[in-house]
T-cell receptor, first 112, second 114 residues
Framework: DQQVKQNSPSLSVQEGRISILNCDYT??????FLWYKKYPAEGPTFLIS?????DKNEDGRFTVFLNKSAKHLSLHIVPSQPGDSAVYFC???????????FGAGTRLTVKP | NAGVMQNPRHLVRRRGQEARLRCSPM?????VYWYRQLPEEGLKFMVY????????ESGMPKERFSAEFPKEGPSILRIQQVVRGDSAAYFC????????????FGSGTRLTVV
């Protein structure tokens, strides 16, 4: 069961522009959402998170938006840099749950 | 302070052999999670362990797969009689407290079954 979906397998943007990565979820029990970044041959690294009590969380160039009614979240990167090129995974978890559910990932390419 | 250490980084096994994947959590972390990433797919939860206990193995195939986290030493994910479909990247994560917040992932073990 695909409880977390990232429908765009890839995204290409120009350096300096905004990157918007989208994620949808189906389980209304999810109350914490995370974005992980993954380079080839490395493990995922935590990027940014948001609790369900918020609708926005910002950390430098990265902002995550949460729309609970639409069960949708997005990651905005602005300005995008070539070093941001990686696979981005959206993840969600429910309180007192033992695991996170991950999306299939979106491969972001930022062109110089 | 070393991160989550997984070894080996790459493992090649013939069909029918056994594969053992090791994971040493971060210092001070007593919760370990194993995930599998199949080609072109996301990370799929397999099992959650604390020291000497399996807490949740709902994501692990019922046959051929087992996991342990002994009092001393790393967590081990064991796959018996491997098949080609077991070829994947296996990631281990650890956390200091229970729950899905604050995971740290290892670099993974890429298993190839030939």
């Amino acid at each position: 069961d695909q409880q977390v979906k990232q429908n765009s397998p890839s995204l290409s943007v120009q350096e300096g522009r905004i990157s918007i990565l989208n994620c949808d979820y189906t389980n209304s029990m999810f109350d914490y959402f995370l974005w992980y970044k993954k380079y080839p041959a490395e493990g995922p690294t935590f990027l940014i998170s948001i609790s369900s009590i918020k609708d926005k969380n910002e950390d430098g160039r990265f902002t995550v938006f949460l729309n609970k009614s639409a069960k949708h979240l997005s990651l905005h990167i602005v300005p995008s840099q070539p070093g941001d090129s990686a696979v981005y995974f959206c993840a969600a978890s429910a309180r007192n749950n033992n695991d996170m559910r991950f999306g299939a990932g979106t491969r972001l390419t930022v062109k110089p | 302070n070393a991160g989550v250490m997984q070894n080996p980084r790459h493992l090649v096994r013939r069909r029918g052999q056994e594969a053992r994947l090791r994971c040493s959590p971060m210092k001070g972390h007593s919760h370990v999670y194993w995930y599998r990433q199949l080609p072109e797919e996301g990370l799929k939860f397999m099992v959650y362990l604390q020291k000497e206990n399996i807490i949740d193995e709902s994501g692990m195939p019922k046959e051929r797969f087992s996991a342990e986290f002994p009092k001393e030493g790393p967590s081990i994910l064991r796959i018996q009689q491997v098949v080609r479909g077991d070829s994947a990247a296996y990631f281990c994560a650890s956390s200091q407290i229970q729950g899905s917040y604050g995971y740290t992932f290892g670099s993974g073990t890429r298993l190839t079954v030939v």
